[in-house]
């Protein structure tokens, strides 16, 4: 008797054209995939574009969940970072050097909630004192990358996003 050899058919979790979340860079859009020999492998990628950043990252299809690409979150889980913007901001008495180590982990988690913490803590209005310079940057990649899932799960523009969020947080204080 001769064994058969199964070929396994990897379902593709995504398709050209679809949104997706990669932790350290935020919304990309999926533009094809790829078949690529390299180091003498071949490999299928998911080639995903970074429009704003002007970047296109291959992702090996194996490697997908390991490298924790994702789809966007789903309108429960943006309603849940939205609710996270109108919390109580939790003052830190800590370093600003070990909170930005921590801000930074959350950003680069992808996680909207994470994300809308941080967003949330760096914050301020008008009537409150002035942030450093590197607490103003940081707030601004964090509204951003949160801004950019929101506006991909509403169907808005970015800057729309963005006025959105600020204003629900101005609105929250």
Known sequence: ??????????????????????????VGMVTGVENREISGQKLKLFVVNFEKERMILRVPIAKVKESGLRKLSD???????????????????????????????KINSGDPIAIAEVVRELHRNEDQPEQSYSERQMYQVALDRLAREFAAVEEIEHEIAVD????????AA
């Open 75 to 105: 309108s429960k889980v943006i309603d849940s970072a939205l609710k996270t913007l109108k919390g109580r901001v939790r003052v830190k008495r800590t370093m600003w050097s070990r909170r930005a180590q921590e801000y930074e982990a």
């Open 1 to 26: 008797m001769v064994a058969k050899k199964k070929k396994v058919i990897q379902k593709l979790e995504f398709k050209e054209g679809d949104y997706v979340v990669y932790p350290t860079h935020g």
């Open 164 to 171: 959105k969020l600020e204003t629900l947080m101005r609105t």
